[in-house]
């Protein structure tokens, strides 16, 4: 037997969230006193990586249709690229710093994975609704990992950078597979649940 979709949203959400936790600690105590122990640097690219190698499963168990496979391919490459660079980057196996533009790339590459595996309008169901706030959230909030490449110690890109996981993590949440967003529901949708 297949758990809802929602569990799996559910569990990546809460992956997210420890990310995003994770980068805003990193933001506001600075990169300099985070890395003062070694280790906490690499939780979170680390956990980036891992979260890339958990969607492969997504991809194979949870698909029933070609674009909700090739989306989740999409999310797990980009998510796993994303978090090497970074691992690189702290071993110094890679030096060049444009590397960083890695984590822009994964928003967009997601962000728009999320807006085109939905075929449904926003007000469709609220699993529509959190597909479209997800993919806007992160195709914008790639503005501020952009930005972070280049100023590296600007506590706006950082906070913003970790922000953009945390609000991801609250609206995966709030995913169910049908239930009614803000009082409408698509009578096509099938029926609610509570």
């Known amino acids: 037997m297949q758990p809802p979709s929602e569990h799996v949203h559910w569990l990546f959400a809460t992956g997210f969230l420890l990310l995003g936790l994770l980068l805003l600690a990193e933001a506001i105590v600075g990169r300099e006193v985070w890395r003062r122990r070694t280790w906490r640097a690499y939780l979170w690219p680390s956990l980036l990586f891992g979260l890339g190698v958990l969607m492969w499963p997504v991809m194979v168990l949870f698909t029933n249709s070609t674009i909700h496979m090739l989306a989740h ?77 280049f100023k590296s110690r600007s506590i706006v890109f950082n906070a913003g950078f970790a922000m953009v996981f945390v609000v991801v993590a609250v609206a995966l949440y709030s995913s169910r597979d049908v239930a009614p967003v803000f009082g409408h529901f698509d009578p096509a949708a099938g029926v609610p649940h509570r």
């Open 73 to 149: 391919s999409a999310w797990a490459q980009s998510i796993m690229f994303a978090g090497g660079a970074e691992l690189g980057l702290l071993r110094g196996k890679l030096r060049n710093e444009l590397w960083k533009l890695a984590m822009p790339l994964a928003f967009a590459v997601s962000g728009a994975a999320f807006l085109i595996h939905e075929a449904n309008p926003w007000f469709y169901a609220r699993s529509a609704f959190v597909h479209h706030v997800c993919g806007w959230t992160l195709l914008v909030g790639a503005l501020f990992p952009l930005g972070a490449a």
